[in-house]
């Protein structure tokens, strides 16, 4: 995932015992939720901003009319800094963040306040009638930046996907057009992995050597290793096996697993079914709660339309005709071969 770069790549100089953090979360700008809530490329706008304490901070609500000093006084805990960030700048980063930290000790002053963060030495502001600093430092302004309206927000998801695919090209993913894909923050890729244009990967796990061709979805999945995702194939809540194939335009979704070598045709759809290993899946067929044992087959435009209380099953080395109708309950035996155009019912 991306925030493993800041989570494992970002030396810490501050004493984190020294340092307790609070993100103020603030509702900016007319959007149809609240604005922290917001999801902005695979997390939340208040959860980047958490990502990017060194330690794990408090969160506290700020409305408008509301004091920050009476807010965060009574989380104030007894570490000797309080770092205190707000939830509508979701580009500080970890790096920034630890930045800012170190400027304010060094300048050993009660309060530091920056264009949109505060470092407080905790044991002044537990007893302070107000905010004062003489100084507002601009450090960091652009990461600082505040995301208040709709243009804002563009601008902020546009440059979180780009530190995304940066994060990953430099961890040796094979991403064809950078411009042209979607990665969002809580999906990890291996080294070696391909992204095609115009796929959308979300919440996922791609494995090394993996291949995921142009216009593909995959979305709270996994795809294993040297697995192949055809363009325009849809991969949702489910799981593809190492050295499996999914076919052109095919769609895999609700809790299906594609064992290994498994080959699926163009245009088939999988729906709460599952492989074991190997065998094939035929150009236009549809395949709702069905199981399928090692090395079964089946044939083109064919329909294995299980129940939810009642699969269809087909055994080990079984195959099915082209255009075959099975429906809940039937069972294929092992080796069985059914003839085409033949329709089971139980």
């Not at 998801?157 to 411009?179: A, Y």
């Not at 194939?233 to 335009?249: E, F, P, Q, R, T």
């Amino acid at each position: 995932m991306y925030e493993l770069l800041e989570e494992t790549e970002v030396s810490v100089k501050t004493n984190n015992n020294n340092l307790d953090a609070i993100v103020l979360l603030v509702d900016s700008g007319n959007f149809s939720k609240k604005s922290y809530d917001i999801n902005l490329v695979g997390a939340s706008m208040y959860n980047w901003v958490a990502r990017a304490c060194p330690v794990k901070p408090t969160l506290a609500s700020l409305n408008n009319e509301d004091e920050i000093l009476d807010t965060i006084r009574p989380l104030l805990k007894n570490s000797e800094y309080t770092l205190v960030l707000f939830s509508d700048t979701p580009l500080i980063t970890a790096s920034g963040v630890n930045e800012l930290v170190d400027f304010a000790i060094k300048k050993d002053l009660p309060v530091v306040n920056f264009t949109r963060a505060y470092v407080f030495k905790t044991s002044y502001i537990k007893s302070a009638l107000g905010l004062y600093s003489v100084n507002k430092f601009d450090n960091l302004a652009g990461e600082m930046t505040r995301v208040k309206d709709v243009d804002s927000l563009i601008t902020a998801s546009r440059i979180l996907q780009n530190r995304i695919i940066n994060f990953h090209l430099k961890n040796g993913v094979n991403i064809v057009s950078p411009q042209h894909t979607f990665i969002d923050s809580m999906s990890c890729i291996d080294a070696g992995a391909t992204i095609e244009p115009f796929t959308k990967i979300s919440n996922s796990k791609i494995s090394k050597n993996a291949k995921v061709y142009a216009g593909s979805v995959v979305s709270d999945s996994v795809i294993g290793e040297n697995a192949i995702i055809k363009s325009g194939a849809k991969i949702i809540g489910s799981v593809v096996k190492d050295n499996a194939i999914v076919g052109l335009n095919s769609s895999v979704v609700n809790k299906s697993v594609i064992g290994e070598e498994t080959i699926i045709s163009a245009n088939v759809i999988v729906d709460n079914s599952s492989t074991i290993f190997g065998g094939k899946i035929g150009t236009n067929s549809i395949l709702i709660n069905a199981k399928l044992a090692k090395d079964a087959n089946i044939g083109v435009c064919c329909k294995c339309l299980g129940s939810v209380t009642s699969d269809v099953k087909i055994g080990a080395g079984a195959s099915v005709g082209d255009n075959c109708s099975l429906f809940a309950g039937v069972y294929l035996k092992a080796d069985y071969t059914l003839e085409p155009n033949k329709t089971l019912r139980v």
